[in-house]
Protein backbone atom coordinates (compact mmCIF):
# COMPACT_ATOMS: atom_id res chain seq x y z
CA UNK A 1 0.00 0.00 0.00
CA UNK A 2 0.38 3.65 0.03
CA UNK A 3 3.49 4.91 2.65
CA UNK A 4 2.38 8.04 4.32
CA UNK A 5 4.92 9.94 6.33
CA UNK A 6 3.54 12.98 8.55
CA UNK A 7 6.16 15.79 9.78
CA UNK A 8 6.92 17.26 12.24
CA UNK A 9 6.00 14.25 15.22
CA UNK A 10 5.21 16.53 17.67
CA UNK A 11 4.59 20.50 17.54
CA UNK A 12 4.25 22.38 20.78
CA UNK A 13 2.55 25.85 20.15
CA UNK A 14 2.42 29.24 21.52
CA UNK A 15 -1.43 29.96 21.81
CA UNK A 16 -1.76 32.34 19.12
CA UNK A 17 0.76 31.13 16.92
CA UNK A 18 0.64 29.84 13.30
CA UNK A 19 1.87 26.46 11.75
CA UNK A 20 2.39 23.80 9.09
CA UNK A 21 1.88 20.32 9.57
CA UNK A 22 3.37 18.27 6.51
CA UNK A 23 1.73 14.79 4.73
CA UNK A 24 4.76 13.25 2.13
CA UNK A 25 2.90 10.06 0.30
CA UNK A 26 4.46 7.29 -1.91
CA UNK A 27 2.18 6.98 -4.59
CA UNK A 28 -0.75 9.19 -6.31
CA UNK A 29 -3.87 9.39 -5.03
CA UNK A 30 -7.40 9.75 -5.66
CA UNK A 31 -8.37 10.23 -1.76
CA UNK A 32 -6.86 12.51 0.72
CA UNK A 33 -8.03 13.60 3.86
CA UNK A 34 -6.86 15.60 7.21
CA UNK A 35 -8.72 14.30 11.07
CA UNK A 36 -8.12 15.56 14.30
CA UNK A 37 -7.81 13.15 17.10
CA UNK A 38 -8.71 15.05 20.04
CA UNK A 39 -8.10 14.33 24.09
CA UNK A 40 -10.91 12.06 24.25
CA UNK A 41 -9.91 9.71 21.23
CA UNK A 42 -12.60 10.87 18.81
CA UNK A 43 -11.48 11.22 15.13
CA UNK A 44 -13.00 14.57 13.64
CA UNK A 45 -12.91 15.05 9.31
CA UNK A 46 -11.05 18.52 8.91
CA UNK A 47 -10.45 18.32 4.91
CA UNK A 48 -11.29 16.31 2.22
CA UNK A 49 -8.24 17.20 -0.47
CA UNK A 50 -7.37 14.74 -3.23
CA UNK A 51 -5.78 18.14 -4.69
CA UNK A 52 -6.17 21.88 -4.42
CA UNK A 53 -6.72 24.11 -1.58
CA UNK A 54 -9.46 24.40 0.71
CA UNK A 55 -9.98 26.67 4.15
CA UNK A 56 -11.95 26.31 6.87
CA UNK A 57 -11.71 29.00 9.64
CA UNK A 58 -8.41 28.94 11.15
CA UNK A 59 -7.49 25.59 9.51
CA UNK A 60 -6.09 25.67 5.45
CA UNK A 61 -4.92 22.55 3.57
CA UNK A 62 -3.12 22.15 0.47
CA UNK A 63 -2.34 19.01 -1.57
CA UNK A 64 -0.11 19.48 -4.42
CA UNK A 65 -0.89 15.82 -6.54
CA UNK A 66 2.16 15.93 -8.90
CA UNK A 67 4.69 16.27 -6.07
CA UNK A 68 2.92 14.10 -3.53
CA UNK A 69 2.39 16.01 -0.47
CA UNK A 70 -0.32 17.92 1.16
CA UNK A 71 0.05 20.56 3.81
CA UNK A 72 -2.26 21.74 6.95
CA UNK A 73 -2.20 24.89 8.10
CA UNK A 74 -3.02 26.15 11.81
CA UNK A 75 -3.45 29.77 11.84
CA UNK A 76 -4.07 31.73 15.31
CA UNK A 77 -3.72 28.84 17.32
CA UNK A 78 -6.01 27.99 20.22
CA UNK A 79 -5.66 25.26 23.08
CA UNK A 80 -8.64 23.69 21.32
CA UNK A 81 -6.36 23.00 18.35
CA UNK A 82 -4.18 20.27 20.67
CA UNK A 83 -4.16 17.00 20.04
CA UNK A 84 -2.85 14.29 17.12
CA UNK A 85 -3.48 15.15 13.34
CA UNK A 86 -3.63 12.44 10.68
CA UNK A 87 -3.32 12.45 7.39
CA UNK A 88 -4.38 9.75 5.49
CA UNK A 89 -4.08 8.80 1.72
CA UNK A 90 -4.71 6.07 -1.45
CA UNK A 91 -6.29 5.53 -4.43
CA UNK A 92 -10.04 5.27 -3.08
CA UNK A 93 -11.63 5.03 -0.03
CA UNK A 94 -11.15 1.43 0.78
CA UNK A 95 -7.63 1.19 0.45
CA UNK A 96 -6.94 4.26 2.82
CA UNK A 97 -3.28 4.49 4.57
CA UNK A 98 -3.09 6.28 7.70
CA UNK A 99 0.56 8.08 8.54
CA UNK A 100 1.62 8.03 12.54
CA UNK A 101 0.23 11.47 13.62
CA UNK A 102 1.15 14.62 14.32
CA UNK A 103 0.69 15.40 18.07
CA UNK A 104 0.05 19.05 18.69
CA UNK A 105 0.29 20.81 22.13
CA UNK A 106 -0.69 24.63 21.91
CA UNK A 107 0.16 26.10 25.68
CA UNK A 108 -1.99 29.18 27.05
CA UNK B 1 -26.94 11.91 17.87
CA UNK B 2 -23.91 10.65 16.33
CA UNK B 3 -24.16 9.72 12.29
CA UNK B 4 -21.33 6.74 13.39
CA UNK B 5 -22.44 5.04 16.89
CA UNK B 6 -20.33 2.11 18.31
CA UNK B 7 -20.72 0.17 21.31
CA UNK B 8 -19.73 -0.04 23.71
CA UNK B 9 -17.85 2.81 23.91
CA UNK B 10 -15.05 0.55 26.43
CA UNK B 11 -14.39 -2.77 27.23
CA UNK B 12 -12.60 -4.94 29.26
CA UNK B 13 -12.39 -8.77 28.72
CA UNK B 14 -10.02 -11.27 29.69
CA UNK B 15 -7.96 -13.29 27.88
CA UNK B 16 -9.97 -16.18 25.79
CA UNK B 17 -13.34 -14.46 25.75
CA UNK B 18 -15.37 -13.61 22.81
CA UNK B 19 -16.54 -9.91 22.46
CA UNK B 20 -18.31 -8.10 20.04
CA UNK B 21 -18.00 -4.79 18.37
CA UNK B 22 -20.92 -3.06 17.33
CA UNK B 23 -21.11 0.00 14.91
CA UNK B 24 -24.33 1.06 13.40
CA UNK B 25 -24.67 4.24 11.06
CA UNK B 26 -27.36 7.04 9.96
CA UNK B 27 -25.64 8.05 6.81
CA UNK B 28 -27.06 5.88 4.35
CA UNK B 29 -23.68 4.95 3.11
CA UNK B 30 -22.98 1.45 1.35
CA UNK B 31 -19.89 0.82 2.42
CA UNK B 32 -18.34 -0.08 6.23
CA UNK B 33 -15.07 -0.48 7.81
CA UNK B 34 -13.34 -1.28 10.73
CA UNK B 35 -9.84 -0.14 11.83
CA UNK B 36 -7.46 -0.73 14.92
CA UNK B 37 -5.14 2.18 16.12
CA UNK B 38 -2.69 1.32 18.72
CA UNK B 39 -0.39 3.53 20.72
CA UNK B 40 1.08 6.37 19.40
CA UNK B 41 0.34 4.92 15.29
CA UNK B 42 -2.09 5.87 12.80
CA UNK B 43 -5.21 3.26 12.01
CA UNK B 44 -4.92 0.47 10.68
CA UNK B 45 -7.97 -1.58 8.44
CA UNK B 46 -9.33 -4.52 9.87
CA UNK B 47 -11.96 -5.15 7.54
CA UNK B 48 -14.34 -3.38 4.68
CA UNK B 49 -17.33 -4.32 3.48
CA UNK B 50 -19.14 -2.68 -0.33
CA UNK B 51 -22.52 -4.06 1.34
CA UNK B 52 -24.45 -6.62 2.87
CA UNK B 53 -22.90 -9.41 0.52
CA UNK B 54 -19.50 -8.16 -0.26
CA UNK B 55 -16.97 -8.34 3.05
CA UNK B 56 -13.09 -8.21 2.30
CA UNK B 57 -10.45 -8.47 4.09
CA UNK B 58 -8.39 -5.73 5.31
CA UNK B 59 -4.12 -5.08 6.54
CA UNK B 60 -4.82 -6.93 9.67
CA UNK B 61 -7.79 -9.60 9.56
CA UNK B 62 -5.81 -12.38 11.35
CA UNK B 63 -8.15 -13.35 14.76
CA UNK B 64 -10.83 -11.25 13.60
CA UNK B 65 -14.35 -11.26 12.24
CA UNK B 66 -16.92 -9.14 11.03
CA UNK B 67 -21.11 -9.80 10.08
CA UNK B 68 -22.96 -7.15 7.87
CA UNK B 69 -26.43 -7.47 9.35
CA UNK B 70 -27.35 -4.89 7.67
CA UNK B 71 -26.79 -1.88 5.14
CA UNK B 72 -26.73 -0.12 8.59
CA UNK B 73 -24.67 -2.46 11.03
CA UNK B 74 -21.48 -3.87 10.38
CA UNK B 75 -19.76 -5.74 13.61
CA UNK B 76 -16.64 -7.06 14.37
CA UNK B 77 -16.09 -9.87 16.84
CA UNK B 78 -12.85 -11.31 17.84
CA UNK B 79 -13.27 -14.97 18.54
CA UNK B 80 -10.96 -15.71 21.55
CA UNK B 81 -9.30 -12.50 22.62
CA UNK B 82 -5.86 -11.75 23.32
CA UNK B 83 -3.93 -9.53 25.39
CA UNK B 84 -2.18 -7.88 22.24
CA UNK B 85 -5.32 -6.87 20.92
CA UNK B 86 -5.69 -4.33 23.45
CA UNK B 87 -6.32 -1.28 20.88
CA UNK B 88 -8.94 1.49 20.09
CA UNK B 89 -10.83 0.27 17.72
CA UNK B 90 -13.06 2.63 15.14
CA UNK B 91 -15.94 1.67 13.03
CA UNK B 92 -16.13 4.37 9.65
CA UNK B 93 -18.11 4.58 6.44
CA UNK B 94 -18.41 6.09 3.10
CA UNK B 95 -20.37 6.15 -0.17
CA UNK B 96 -19.44 4.74 -3.34
CA UNK B 97 -18.26 7.77 -5.47
CA UNK B 98 -17.80 10.13 -2.63
CA UNK B 99 -14.39 8.58 -0.99
CA UNK B 100 -15.00 10.41 1.92
CA UNK B 101 -14.74 8.60 5.32
CA UNK B 102 -16.36 9.23 8.39
CA UNK B 103 -15.95 8.04 11.46
CA UNK B 104 -17.21 6.36 14.78
CA UNK B 105 -16.47 7.69 18.33
CA UNK B 106 -14.01 5.08 18.68
CA UNK B 107 -14.38 1.52 20.90
CA UNK B 108 -11.39 1.37 23.70
CA UNK B 109 -10.67 -2.25 24.15
CA UNK B 110 -8.74 -3.96 26.82
CA UNK B 111 -7.95 -7.42 27.26
CA UNK B 112 -6.22 -8.29 30.44
Known amino acids: ?108 | DADVTQTPRNRITKTGKRIMLECSQTKGHDRMYWYRQDPGLGLRLIYYSFDVKDINKGEISDGYSVSRQAQAKFSLSLESAIPNQTALYFCATSDRGQDEAFFGQGTRLTVV
Open chain 1, 1 to 108: GIQVEQSPPDLILQEGANSTLRCNFSDSVNNLQWFHQNPWGQLINLFYIPSGTKQNGRLSATTVATERYSLLYISSSQTTDSGVYFCAAGPNDYKLSFGAGTTVTVRA
